[in-house]
Every structure is written in structure tokens, then in C-alpha cells.
């Protein structure tokens, strides 16, 4: 009989204390980091079901490379010497006094996840460097 009791004790302590931090954890989402990389909402903002992938965590193939590949050999890798409002010497991004429209870190905000999507030893550097697009405004 006291055997039966104190087992029920234990069981009856195990089962408040898996209560406890069930109810801990359900209570404060915010402090689960999801991924692994990224948080997610504080409270009282919904957590989010699924979370942002860092880039390049997923590999292309089939027809999604090739039609990234394309990307890089077509408009999307070449903008720059195709249309030089992105790049050229009167950009207002870049300290002259032409265009001072957002087509130059748009392009970039494309350029460098291709590149490192696809894992571009050639691209990479180059949408490195054509960062200081950004970089003008920010020190001027």
C-alpha cells in the first residue's frame, strides 16, 4: 500500500512538473528560435508557422537551375552593362546627379541571393562590390 502511494506521488510530481514547462513554453513562443537562424515574433505578434531558410540552404536543379542559370547570363547578370542608369556614372546611388530611383539596389537585392543561390564563384564578388551602391547614400 505505501509502495502504491508513493509511486502515485512520483507519477503525480513527473506529471506537474511536464505540465509546468508544457504550459511555460506554450505561454512565451516568442523565446523558441524555430529555425535556427532567425527568431520569431515577440509576443503579442502571431508566431509565425514557418520560417525564412538562410539563402543558399537549398540547392536548385532541373529546370529551377537552368532558369536561374539563364537569370545570370541574361538581364538579371548583365543589368549593369545593359542599362546604365544601374551603374553608370551619373547614378544618383553612386554620387552623381543623374537617377536616384531604387533600380540599383533592387537589382542587388536580386543579384546577390542568385549568386549565392547558385553558389556563383564569379557573381559573389562582383554583387559584393556593387554594394556601395547602397553604401553612398548612407555615408553622404
Given at each position: 500500500?505505501?509502495?502504491?502511494?508513493?509511486?502515485?506521488?512520483?507519477?503525480?510530481?513527473?506529471?506537474?512538473?511536464?505540465?509546468?514547462?508544457?504550459?511555460?513554453?506554450?505561454?512565451?513562443?516568442?523565446?523558441?528560435?524555430?529555425?535556427?537562424n532567425?527568431?520569431?515574433?515577440?509576443?503579442?505578434?502571431?508566431?509565425?508557422?514557418?520560417?525564412?531558410?538562410?539563402?543558399?540552404?537549398?540547392?536548385?536543379?532541373?529546370?529551377?537551375?537552368?532558369?536561374?542559370?539563364?537569370?545570370?547570363?541574361?538581364?538579371t547578370?548583365?543589368?549593369?552593362?545593359?542599362?546604365?542608369?544601374?551603374?553608370?556614372?551619373?547614378?544618383?546611388?553612386?554620387?552623381?546627379?543623374?537617377?536616384v530611383?531604387?533600380?540599383?539596389?533592387?537589382?542587388?537585392?536580386?543579384?546577390?541571393?542568385?549568386?549565392?543561390?547558385?553558389?556563383?564563384?564569379?557573381?559573389?564578388?562582383?554583387?559584393?562590390?556593387?554594394?556601395?551602391i547602397?553604401?553612398?547614400?548612407?555615408?553622404?
Amino acid at each position: 500500500m505505501k509502495n502504491r502511494d508513493s509511486m502515485r506521488k512520483i507519477g503525480l510530481t513527473i506529471l506537474s512538473l511536464f505540465v509546468m514547462v508544457v504550459m511555460a513554453t506554450a505561454s512565451n513562443p516568442s523565446e523558441r528560435n524555430l529555425s535556427g537562424n532567425y527568431l520569431n515574433n515577440r509576443h503579442p505578434l502571431v508566431t509565425k508557422p514557418y520560417m525564412e531558410l538562410p539563402i543558399g540552404s537549398i540547392k536548385p536543379s532541373g529546370w529551377m537551375e537552368e532558369q536561374l542559370n539563364r537569370m545570370v547570363t541574361g538581364m538579371t547578370g548583365e543589368m549593369d552593362t545593359i542599362y546604365e542608369q544601374v551603374m553608370g556614372p551619373r547614378n544618383g546611388w553612386l554620387g552623381g546627379d543623374g537617377d536616384v530611383w531604387e533600380r540599383g539596389p533592387y537589382w542587388i537585392d536580386g543579384l546577390l541571393p542568385l549568386a549565392y543561390i547558385l553558389d556563383d564563384k564569379e557573381l559573389i564578388p562582383f554583387g559584393c562590390t556593387t554594394l556601395r551602391i547602397t553604401e553612398f547614400p548612407v555615408r553622404n
